[in-house]
């Protein structure tokens, strides 16, 4: 799947209080890990070390990264890593928001 290609200094920015990172740039895991450590000022080696890359291999399944023939799904998955909460968009877009600072859902 072909995404709107990014330069390396625009792969991750902020945006109103939110890392964001495109998925098209890097592996998914990276774009993960890169967008937490930037919203927590947390090292990179440690988020990387709470996330697993079965995690990030699946939604790239879900989105359609794989090389298999499903129809590929379209939304948003979110989770929380490191105390802060992540969205991955089927879009490419990735925002990594600290859970603190983040809405709490009507419910």
Not at 58 to 76: I, K, N, Q, W
Not at 87 to 104: K, L
Request: glycine residues 6%.
């Amino acid at each position: 799947m072909t995404r709107n290609p990014r330069s390396a200094d625009e792969s991750t920015k902020l945006w109103h209080d939110r890392q964001l990172a495109h998925w098209d740039e890097s592996a998914l895991y990276e774009a993960v890990t890169e967008a937490v450590s930037n919203a927590t000022g947390t090292a990179h080696s440690t988020v990387a070390s709470r996330y697993d890359r079965a995690h990030a291999a699946a939604l790239s399944r879900l989105f359609g990264e794989g090389d298999g023939e499903a129809t590929p799904s379209t939304g948003v998955v979110k989770f929380v890593l490191s105390e802060c909460v992540v969205s991955v968009h089927s879009s490419g877009r990735i925002s990594a928001s600290p859970a603190d600072e983040t809405p709490a859902a009507d419910g």
